[in-house]
T-cell receptor
Framework: DAGVTQSPTHLIKTRGQQVTLRCSPKSGHDTVSWYQQALGQGPQFIFQYYEEEERQRGNFPDRFSGHQFPNYSSELNVNALLLGDSALYLC?????????????FGSGTRLTVV | GEDVEQSLFLSVREGDSSVINCTYTDSSSTYLYWYKQEPGAGLQLLTYIFSNMDMKQDQRLTVLLNKKDKHLSLRIADTQTGDSAIYFCAETPGYSSASKIIFGSGTRLSIRP
């Protein structure tokens, strides 16, 4: 059973460019959350998608946007990239188990902005 | 507010017990987690505890929760070199575990021979 799949694994972009990161959730999961992990920090919540809608959002600017597709996969888009956007971007999928939500994290996409 | 604090580094001798401590601020947290992250990897859920519990044991791992002091700890018995990693304490604030996870900055555990 495949877990959470993220692509690409690594990416280098130039300041001002736009980037799209992709996430396929674990089979049976319907909720996708995105996190940004800067070097030496814990992951920070960006937003969460459920039923193709943004359900919650963290303290990130509008340059960060997302989408969820009918098959539950998701994209994270970042416009007008800044050097400070360099980080590991983690996708987590989850679903209600009847005893709580079980989260599964992907291995992440490492984005470097130069 | 929502905040999770943990010490940055811990060094233990191989075979000893490791204890990683964490404090959190949201008294309404329902789930508290410990995640492990190895170099270049994503996050691996080690264990979690529901807020109405005060202890959970799973093989070499023991989680203790002091809800009054908002203190969570992870004890790893018989620490091995494979336990070298960064350990993140985390919580889901509020009464729904569908909500975001708030992570601490991580404790880097290193093992001495």
């Amino acid at each position: 059973d495949a877990g959470v799949t993220q692509s690409p694994t690594h990416l280098i972009k130039t300041r001002g460019q736009q980037v799209t990161l992709r996430c396929s959730p674990k089979s049976g999961h319907d909720t996708v959350s995105w996190y940004q992990q800067a070097l030496g920090q814990g992951p920070q919540f960006i937003f969460q998608y459920y039923e193709e809608e943004e359900r919650q959002r963290g303290n990130f600017p509008d340059r960060f946007s997302g989408h969820q597709f009918p098959n539950y996969s998701s994209e994270l888009n970042v416009n007008a990239l800044l050097l400070g956007d360099s980080a590991l971007y983690l996708c987590a999928s989850s679903t209600w188990t009847g005893r709580g939500y079980g989260y599964t994290f992907g291995s992440g996409t490492r984005l470097t902005v130069v | 507010g929502e905040d999770v604090e943990q010490s940055l580094f811990l060094s233990v001798r191989e075979g000893d017990s490791s204890v990683i401590n964490c404090t959190y601020t949201d008294s309404s947290s329902t789930y508290l987690y410990w995640y492990k992250q190895e170099p270049g990897a994503g996050l691996q859920l080690l264990t979690y505890i529901f807020s109405n519990m005060d202890m959970k044991q799973d093989q070499r791992l023991t989680v203790l929760l002091n809800k009054k002091d908002k203190h969570l700890s992870l004890r790893i018995a018989d620490t091995q070199t494979g336990d070298s990693a960064i350990y993140f304490c985390a919580e889901t604030p509020g009464y729904s575990s569908a909500s975001k996870i708030i992570f601490g900055s991580g404790t880097r555990l290193s093992i001495r021979p």
